[in-house]
């Protein structure tokens, strides 16, 4: 593997049984930590790792990217005696890398809190062992696909807690936020973080998100060296450009890729960025490079840990990488994760309602007008005072229902009820249906109100549609690297006051003013948002025939689980609504995914 990319590993406990199961992973393993007994510990592919044991047995690994050095982490582990206080301590340190800590044959684990980096665990011949790859922990215990978990990423939105299940029977997920324990005594979890408290002025945490996103790009820009990042005109990408330049080893390759779409002016944005960031080289593409969208999706490599539609973008997210790794990038900076951790969720304002009314009320007000949303409809959403799990059960019924208009006043709900497209087979929603089911008995929410419990929903959906698309980067060479995915950013963006980031009068207000002076103010001020509508139109029509022919031979038909002869019917006729609003993308993922494992 390349370098700077998260790379695997598995986990194995000090016994003389691990030596069978680990050979398993011959002849992938290019590395292997082992225990003081020299039985095998660390085993996989992996870079940017630092590690060192005390005096009192104590051992901890951070394998990821972190500026601290040997030297600094041999000095906080002087003197830890237990295995409790060394996960406190590894909880403070900045960066975005996996922990691994063992003491006296017990082993402490952790991925990070915003879930970019996750953890995974399975059993086999008695032997717990955990990776960071649930793929790689399939192939270790030879663990079939389930089917019924296959079903429900049919759907056009996975509630929780069914996103986090693994696509392997007998892979087992650890929840961001909680840590693995395992060695001596049976596999359980923990948790080590919480959401931090949201009190902060928006002066004073932009001051924070500033300090922890420099953090975050300089520390990935001196370890690589030569790096490159996207710019694709939008204050995201343009952010993590401007802290990258000044510390980049030379000029930083900025890449924008333009969009056919004629009302995206992204490319004006982008522009006007590189003339006023010093240390910029603008790497430009031709739309003629640029694949449309569902070109390419045979070609698309894997395997990944799960089928998110972020595979689909393979071709077109990849373009140009192989001109940046020619001129020495060694790692390329996204602005991935900046809308989820920057924007607050609408649903803060109905939990306002009880402490600041008029705040609320003025703020919904506003939300509704912007989205046209009937007095009804808002009020049916605010006064619904169903637990979660009622509304998860309530879910179930509902699959195969119209799908709701877009941007509904559900967003001030749980979630936005999920739906199955017309060409999911009855089985496919049987099964849908019974998994929503079960999970409703014991089904409790990510936190403690709807807010909370929503923006911890859309982050983890979003560091795990992200770290798909770095899982096939790095299958191409260039690994990616998202700062706004750090924890210490999200610590500092979740800390402001929810009624000032959470507005519907402005767009990312704490970026923009943690930005001010570095980032030119024209993009400050910009209110349009590209897309590329025009792209994904167009690649339906120019791939309708591909498509056609992908369903004819469909993985998904052969489980059961589609009808290949609807979809045929449908995507060959790309103008339908059905198909550029029925989840084709979710379908799509599910298919080549099943292809690639």
């Known amino acids: ?229 996207d710019l694709s005109g939008g204050l995201d990408s343009t952010t993590v450009c401007a802290l990258a330049a000044p510390v980049s080893a030379g000029p930083l390759r900025a890449l924008t890729m333009p969009s056919r779409d004629p009302g995206d002016d992204d490319v004006r944005w982008a522009r006007l960025a590189a003339a006023e960031i010093d240390g910029l080289d603008h790497v430009l593409l031709d739309i003629d490079e640029i694949p449309l969208f569902y070109s390419g999706l045979l070609d698309v490599r894997g395997p990944v840990d799960e089928p998110l539609p972020t595979i689909l973008d393979q071709p077109r997210q990849l373009v140009g990488h192989d001109a940046l790794l020619a001129g020495g990038s060694r790692l390329h900076l996204t602005g991935m994760g900046g809308d989820h951790v920057l924007w607050g969720h609408p649903a803060h304002h109905r939990d306002l309602l009880t402490s600041r009314p008029l705040t609320a009320l003025r703020s919904i007000r506003g939300y509704r007008a912007q989205n046209r949303w009937s007095m009804r409809e808002t009020l049916s959403v605010l006064t619904d005072r169903r637990p979660y799990g009622q509304w998860l059960a309530d879910a179930a019924d509902e699959i195969t229902a119209p799908r709701p208009a877009p941007h509904s006043p559900d967003v001030f709900g749980w979630d936005i009820p999920p739906r199955l497209p017309g060409w999911a087979t009855p089985d496919a929603a049987a099964s849908v249906r019974r998994s929503l089911r079960e999970a409703a008995r014991t089904a409790e929410p990510r936190g403690a109100t709807r807010a909370l419990h929503n923006e911890l929903h859309t982050l983890h959906h979003g560091t795990r549609a992200t770290r798909i698309l770095h899982q096939v980067a790095e299958h191409s060479g260039l690994p990616l690297a998202s700062p706004f995915l750090d924890d210490a950013v999200v610590e500092a963006c979740w800390s402001v006051r929810s009624e000032e980031r959470a507005t519907p009068w402005d767009f990312k207000p704490l970026l923009k003013t943690a930005m001010r002076g570095r980032v030119p103010d024209a993009l400050l001020r910009r209110t349009t948002k590209g897309e590329a509508s025009a792209d994904a139109a167009n690649g339906l029509r120019e791939n309708r025939g591909r498509l056609a022919d992908l369903w004819r031979d469909s993985h998904l038909a052969t489980s059961g689980l589609v009808d290949a002869e609807r979809l045929v019917d449908i995507t060959l006729r790309p103008s339908s609504p059905e198909l550029r609003h029925g989840g084709l993308d979710a379908t799509l993922a599910c298919e080549i995914w099943l292809r690639t494992i």
Request: one cysteine or more; charged letters at 20%.
């Open 1 to 229: 593997m390349t370098g700077h990319g998260e790379g695997w590993f598995a986990l194995f406990p000090d016994c003389e049984a691990a030596l069978a199961v680990a050979s398993r992973l011959e002849p992938r393993a290019a590395r292997t930590l082992t225990h003081p007994s020299g039985n095998p510990f660390i085993v996989g592919d992996w870079a940017g790792s630092v590690h060192a044991r005390n005096s009192h047995g104590l051992f901890v690994a951070l394998l990821g990217h972190t500026p601290v050095g040997a030297a600094e982490l041999e000095a906080h582990l002087a003197g830890v005696r237990e295995i409790e206080a060394l996960d406190r301590l590894t909880a403070r340190l900045p960066g975005d890398f996996h922990v691994v800590v063992e003491a006296h044959g017990e082993i402490h684990a952790r991925g990070t809190a915003a879930g970019l980096r996750r953890l995974f665990h399975a059993t086999t011949d008695g032997l717990t062992v955990a990776a960071n790859r649930a793929d790689v922990l399939a192939r270790i215990v030879d663990a079939p696909v389930d089917e019924d978990v296959l079903a429900l990423r049919l759907l056009d939105f996975v509630p929780h807690p069914l996103g986090d299940v693994p696509l392997w029977r007998g892979v087992h997920a650890v929840v961001p936020g909680e840590l693995l324990r395992f060695g001596r005594t049976p596999a359980r979890t923990a948790r080590w973080w919480e959401p931090p408290r949201t009190h902060v002025p928006l002066a004073e945490g932009a001051d924070a998100l500033r300090r922890a996103l420099d953090q975050a790009v300089r520390t990935r820009v001196e370890a690589a060296g030569t790096v490159s990042a």
